[in-house]
């Protein structure tokens, strides 16, 4: 590689780099500014509406990085797809920045805040990587800076017992699917003599490949992403994470960590495992392999596993953790389908499922920060008490159902509208009848909320105005949004490109 093609790639990756330069500069200014930690959130907002500036420039752009010698291909793919993934990141973790903030957890460790917000920055940093990755052992390597910075964080408080808990179980099943994705793609290697995925591509079109064995491997790297998206049967670790972890994490995995994943897993159907795309936009595969039924089938598994586990959850966190396990399942459908509808169907999706989702975490963290539970009972009469909360909480969980007028309605709208338009209406039935079924759990809350009396007499408590701005930030685009969608859908449809051939 000569220098004028590194300083082109290197071009290509300005957001990675201005997270990179944020996340130095967060460790010197909290060695320098031991007792001034106030300055390390400011220095990570600038960082990230930095490179969020960076994205929105290249969100167009197109090109590959890092091709080594004469390659055409690079490490690295820059196109809009990824772009979208990318700026869904930037702006979840802004918002778990503000989240922070406001966590009482978080700032009963104050001491250690310059740590919590590197080991931020480096899942960030992990994340990017994987959206954009187009060799097999970057895209590892990407897993790994992601993943290690969450173990960490997963129990970064020491509150509990449940935090180390939470972390050490996260660190096995980790590393149990990450041994298994390694494992998959050293046979990749073997089998066909690369790790890039665009050579994998043209080795299965052009050599007599062992399908059984390549299959297999393919299969065992899904393990990895199975986890990361929190798919059936690779799900166990979610519901003590999500509930062990510190809940701005909680959030933060719930949403950037899924969408990543997601990315990842889009990624490789298209660019290593298509070998064209009909003018219909439904993806031709390279061999006669059924992945439209396999992942239908694991889409079908996650909701209904996610959903009927929730029935019986009585911690908020753990009941949200089932909810995201079965919102994996219905963005897994839109993945099913193998077209660029379905793509845009979970890029549509995402942008929603990241504002309903963060928003029901944050109102359960500011009912947590007062009352110091997270038990379903311990909401008993909690409209009365704050109808601000009670309110947007009802708005979330009416989006996170799926109902009319709200944001939710519309991103599950035009999954069914993929699955439909690609004759899979078996598919968007069970998924119409999930749905009925979160209806239970969501309500329940709402139950407890407004119509069931607390044994004990509630305080109205006040709201900071900060605290209110941020719950405003997020329901109203979730009630705007379900009316006025034009943008969001305009955008996902421009952002479906996937680099290829």
Known sequence: MNFSSLY????????????????ILLVVFDLIFQKKKTIIPIIALLGLFISGIFVINELYRSGFAFSLG???????????FGSYFKLLVIVTSILIVF?????????????????????????????????????LILIYLSMELLSLSSYVLAGFTKLRDRNSEASLKYLIFGAVSSGTMLFGISLIYGLLGSTNLYDINIAL?????????????????????????????????????????????????????????????????????????????????IHSFDWKTLIAILSVLTMTLGNFTALWQNNLKRMLAYSSVAHAGYLLLGVAVLSDIGVES???????????????????????????????????????ATPFLGVSFAIFLVSLIGLPPTAGFIGKLYVFI??????????????????VVSLYYYIRVLKHMFLTKSEKPLEKFKISLP?????????????????????????????????GF
């Open 99 to 135: 989240f922070s903030y406001s966590s009482s957890e978080i700032q009963k460790v104050k001491d250690r805040l310059g740590e919590y917000y590197v080991l931020l920055f480096g899942m960030i940093l992990g994340m990017l990587f994987l959206i954009s990755s187009s060799d």
């Open 418 to 435: 993929a699955l439909i338009n690609s004759k899979m209406v078996i598919l968007a039935v069970i998924a119409v009848i999930n749905s």
């Open 205 to 285: 079109r052009a050599l007599n490949v062992d399908w059984f064995t390549f299959y297999f491997a393919v299969l065992l790297m899904f393990v990895g992403i199975g986890y990361k998206i929190s798919a059936v049967p690779f799900h166990f670790w979610t519901p003590d994470v999500y509930e062990g972890a510190p809940i701005s994490i909680t959030a933060f995995l719930s949403v950037a960590s899924k969408a990543a994943g997601f990315a990842f897993l889009i990624r490789i159907l298209k660019t290593a495992l298509v070998s064209g795309v009909e003018p219909d936009g439904t993806w031709q595969m």
């Open 467 to 499: 605290n209110k701005v941020f719950v405003l930030v997020l329901v109203i685009p979730v009630l705007v949004l379900g009316i006025y969608f034009t943008p969001v859908v305009d955008l996902a449809k421009s952002c479906i490109t996937i680099l």
């Open 8 to 23: 082109s790639s290197i071009s290509f990756i300005k957001p990675e780099i201005t997270i990179s330069i944020t996340l």
């Open 346 to 384: 979970v890029l549509i999706y995402f942008a929603f499922y990241m504002l309903m989702n963060i928003g029901s975490f944050y109102i359960v963290m500011l009912i947590a920060n007062k009352t110091g539970s997270e038990d379903i009972n311990d909401y008993n009469g909690m409209g009365y």
């Open 70 to 80: 004469n390659k055409r291909f690079g490490m690295v793919t820059i196109d809009s």
